[in-house]
């Protein structure tokens, strides 16, 4: 008979001290029987479990809590057609990284006008194809993008990247891309030398962002860039608040309602000629999802648990590496105890995680359940050393 899972660090202490913006709302999971019901269908290797009707719900609620700002999807969470079907249904726009992402999206319909293609450093054939394809608004974070862009597309919708504080985001994005406020004049300068559209701004708060005020900074420092635009005669149009809404893993998080307190407030005086969108990516598709793996083997030395899953860093698990820690579920329960945790390949960076704790019972071939994973796992996963990539099954 199955023991029923046990959830490891759930409700881990944390130094927050705006306690009242965390965990105001009750936040959806896949409900776990269902995990339950897929394996009976067997196990070969690991998988993503995924229901999109929680992904539809999370949609609604976006739209709901934030009436005034309408979600382009970040395809690269995870780009599964099924899940991107749904997104489509439910109205929403699109954010590419890549020419790849693009095609899934055409071969769905999408018309290419709801794309953005937000990746600061394209390649000149990928902006050629995307504009090609009908792409009309391309993303910029310097001179050089902004020439490359132009030259290629002089009609070019275009929105600057600015730098926003990633305070408090579990997977920072900060310090690769985005401008620092003084180097934007340059870049209106130039926009206007060209007859270049400069239209927007964007910029992202860093994914899994546990702090709404990073929203109401990004957004009072894109109204400043706003009346730069104006004044040198330009005609911003677009507002893009980026991604990094949150969902709850073993840390306390603001829900999408409190974070549309901060958003919908600091909009107040943004002019309704303006059109003002967001990348979500996680918050859509994380709690919809399940991912499986298995111990494939345990290892003692020098006085040292090793675990070793079939799934690790290269196989969809490496959001871990960063520090984000995931509610895993395991059928043990043994007293807890510190465990290295990594993945099957022969790379030494291949480890998940060190010294976490884990029933000390648990061993080669346990099921391991990993909550709320439906972002940026299968998204991730590679065939490095010829280990397979996990499947997605869709409920
Ligand atoms: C440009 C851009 N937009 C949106 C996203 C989605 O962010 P999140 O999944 O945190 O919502 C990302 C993630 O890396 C990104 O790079």
């Given amino acids: 008979m199955a023991v029923r899972p046990v959830a490891l660090k759930k409700s881990q202490a944390t130094s927050d001290t705006d306690s009242h913006l965390f965990d105001t709302h009750p936040e959806i999971r896949l409900e776990f029987r269902h995990v339950r019901e897929a394996l009976k269908q067997g196990y070969t290797k690991p998988f993503l479990l995924v229901d999109t009707e929680i992904v539809r719900n999370k949609v609604r609620r976006f739209k709901g809590a934030m009436p005034r700002v309408h979600p382009h999807y970040a395809v690269k969470a995870n780009p599964d057609p099924r899940v991107l079907k749904v997104l489509i249904e439910e109205g929403a726009g699109f954010e590419i990284a890549s020419i790849a992402e693009l095609d899934i ?33 391309f993303v910029l974070d310097s001179l050089e993008e902004l020439r490359k862009i132009v030259s290629i597309k002089p009609d070019a919708k275009l929105y600057v990247r600015i730098e926003a504080p990633n305070v408090g985001s579990d997977w920072p994005l900060a310090g690769k891309f985005g401008m620092k406020a003084q180097e934007v004049d340059a870049i209106i300068a130039e926009a206007v030398g060209l007859k270049a559209d400069l239209a927007g701004v964007t910029f992202h708060v860093g994914s ?103 799934a690790g860093v290269f ?38 995680m060190r010294d976490e704790l884990f029933p000390e019972d648990l061993q080669e071939g346990d099921f391991i359940y990993i909550a709320n994973a439906g972002a940026y796992t299968t998204a991730y996963a590679s065939n490095f050393n010829g280990f397979p990539l996990p499947d997605v099954r869709v409920i």
């Fill in 105 to 137: 999206l055409l071969e769905l319909g999408v018309p290419a006008q709801e794309v953005c293609y937000s990746n600061p450093m394209k390649s000149r054939d990928y902006i050629r194809y995307a504009a090609e394809k009908g792409v009309e608004w």
């Fill in 208 to 310: 899994q962002c546990r702090n709404p005020e990073n929203w109401r900074v990004g957004i009072q420092s894109a109204k400043r860039v706003f009346r730069k635009m104006r004044l040198a005669g330009l005609d911003p149009r677009l507002l893009n608040i980026g991604g990094g809404y949150p969902v709850r893993h073993v840390k306390p998080i603001p829900s999408i309602e409190k974070i549309a307190e901060v958003v919908n407030h600091a909009l107040r005086d943004v002019p309704q000629t303006v059109r003002v969108m967001a990348e979500p990516g996680r918050y859509f598709v994380s709690d919809a999802g399940f991912f499986v793996c298995r111990v494939v083997g345990t290892a003692t030395r020098s006085g040292k648990r090793w675990m070793y899953w079939d």
């Fill in 315 to 352: 196989g969809g698990v490496i959001e871990t590496t960063e520090g984000l820690r995931y509610d895993v579920l395991t059928d043990r329960t043994g007293k807890l105890v510190p465990w290295n945790i990594a993945g099957p390949t022969c790379d030494s960076v291949d480890v998940c």
